[in-house]
């Protein structure tokens, strides 16, 4: 099966600071690349996602890079905001099954 | 309108016991999930269903039943519960064919 490995596990940034975090998938069969949000005490929340056919996706401060050949995909988060705050999760999918990475705790200083 | 609903939200239950957790969504996915998320934050997946047929079934203890009673439910029934049972259990759909996945708020189990 699918193997998603996700680094780093826990990450602490300086408000205003970019963060990054960083997934690889074994499967080349994996076409859809989620990336979740998870709350304390709520279920993950989808906050942008990339297709096999894009390299990179853009929404406001949060963008996405893929990189098929290498089987690696990236969160980019700019001007991190202390509601940033939260575990972060890739998840690597070949249409009707979905494998997640271990998660990141992201922790936005104020 | 809530999209994915798990009940309930938190059980507490002695060993031994048996318990059930209901999944419900109205979002017309036709593949429903079960995930178990453990102390160090890990989703792993427990069950699939497409269509009400069981697609994944990972390693997982035949004491956990999973039932699907129309596209829209996937509930989780446990037998004999155990103490490392005890967990978060997230309940998702999606519609298969490449989109998201859809998650309920999670049901916290604590089996004592």
């Known amino acids: 099966g699918e193997n998603v490995e996700q680094h780093p596990s826990t990450l602490s940034v300086q408000e205003g600071d970019s963060a990054v975090i960083k997934c690889t998938y074994s499967?080349?069969?994996?076409?859809?690349f989620p990336w979740y949000k998870q709350e304390l005490g709520k279920g993950p929340q989808l906050i942008i996602d990339?297709?096999?056919?894009?390299g990179e996706k853009k929404d406001q401060r949060i963008a996405v890079t893929l990189n098929k050949t290498a089987k690696h995909f990236s969160l980019h988060i700019t001007e991190t905001q202390p509601e940033d705050s939260a575990v972060y999760f890739c998840?690597?999918?070949?249409?009707?099954?979905?494998?997640f990475g271990t998660g990141t705790s992201l922790t936005v200083i104020p | 309108d809530t999209a994915v609903s798990q009940t309930p939200k938190y059980l507490v239950t002695q060993m031994g016991n048996d318990k059930s957790i209901k999944c419900e969504q109205n979002?017309?996915?036709?593949?429903m999930y079960w995930y178990k998320q453990d102390s160090k934050k890990f989703l792993k997946i427990m069950f699939s269903?497409?269509?009400?047929?069981?697609?994944i079934n990972e390693t997982v203890p035949n004491r956990f039943s999973p039932k699907s009673p129309d596209k829209a439910h996937l509930n989780l029934h446990i037998n004999s519960l155990e103490l490392g049972d005890s967990a978060v259990y997230f309940c998702?759909?999606?519609?298969?064919?490449?989109?998201?996945?859809?998650f309920g708020q999670g049901t916290r189990l604590t089996v004592v």
């Open positions: 998702a759909s999606s519609q298969s064919g490449v989109s998201e996945a859809f």
């Open positions: 499967d080349s069969a994996s076409n859809y």
């Open positions: 990339i297709r096999s056919n894009v």
């Open positions: 998840a690597a999918s070949t249409g009707n099954q979905f494998y």
């Open positions: 979002l017309g996915h036709d593949t």
């Open positions: 269903y497409n269509n009400k047929e069981l697609i």
